[in-house]
């Protein structure tokens, strides 16, 4: 699977939006761009994944740029509750399992 | 939406015994699962990939006979230590896909804590 590159932490207050970039620039045509979060003692949770159009659900929405080397996850209004580390994973469709790289620790501040 | 549940959450054994570890899809069959350990302050390491109705694959460094490794049915699949040491101590975290739509993400169960004495 190809790598990612991740800030290690990131700090947002409360109620603004979020922007968490990853760095993927050895993804495949066929890789899709996958991101889970975890929250402390607990396993990780799905949050968003696609492959080349932009992508949005209840939590987040996810922006792949046009060459497809980076894409961002946002959240819209972070809350206490989105303080996770974030992990940007690429799959190919035929893979199976993930490779989890260190992930970004976010911490939302009141 | 899909459930990965995992038992137990929390397990503390004494040195030297066994400790088995089950990991369930609720409402999807699984041919596939996996199990990830993860130490504090550390992202998830795959152990090893458990299949249905055969033998399980591990990762390089994983010792096979001492991480055993049972999928006797498509919703099931269960992950022994044997004869735990203080260094087994760790979080283990098993994941599924449902069987046959490979474009699903992969479920996580919420993790079992185990600590050795």
């Known amino acids: 699977d190809a790598k990612t590159t991740q800030p290690n932490s990131m700090e947002s207050n409360e109620e603004e939006p979020v922007h968490l970039p990853c760095n993927h620039s050895?993804?495949?045509?066929?890789?899709?761009i996958h991101w889970y979060r975890q929250l402390p003692s607990q396993g990780p949770e799905y949050v968003i994944h696609g492959l080349t159009s932009n992508v949005n659900n209840r939590m987040a929405s996810l922006a792949i740029a046009e060459d497809r080397k980076s894409s961002t996850l946002i959240l819209h209004r972070a809350t206490l509750r989105d303080a996770a580390v974030y992990y940007c994973?690429?799959?190919?469709?035929?893979?199976?399992?993930?490779?989890f790289g260190p992930g970004t620790r976010l911490s939302v501040l009141p | 939406g899909a459930v990965v549940s995992q038992h137990p959450s929390w397990v503390i054994c004494k040195s030297g015994t066994s400790v088995k570890i089950e990991c369930r899809s609720l409402?999807?069959?699984?041919?596939?699962m996996f199990w990830y350990r993860q130490f504090p302050k550390q992202s998830l390491m795959l152990m090893a990939t458990?299949?249905?109705?055969?033998?399980?694959?591990?990762e390089q460094g994983v010792e096979k006979d001492k991480f055993l490794i049972n999928h006797a049915s498509l919703t099931l699949s269960t992950l022994t230590v044997t004869s735990a040491h203080p260094e087994d101590s760790s979080f283990y975290i098993c994941?599924?896909?449902?069987?046959?739509?490979?474009?699903?993400?992969?479920?996580f169960g919420n993790g079992t804590r185990l600590t050795v004495t």
């Open positions: 409402d999807f069959q699984a041919t596939t």
């Open positions: 050895t993804i495949s045509g066929t890789d899709y």
């Open positions: 994941s599924a896909r449902p069987f046959g739509d490979i474009n699903s993400p992969l479920h």
């Open positions: 458990s299949n249905e109705g055969s033998k399980a694959t591990y």
């Open positions: 994973i690429l799959r190919d469709v035929y893979g199976q399992n993930f490779v």
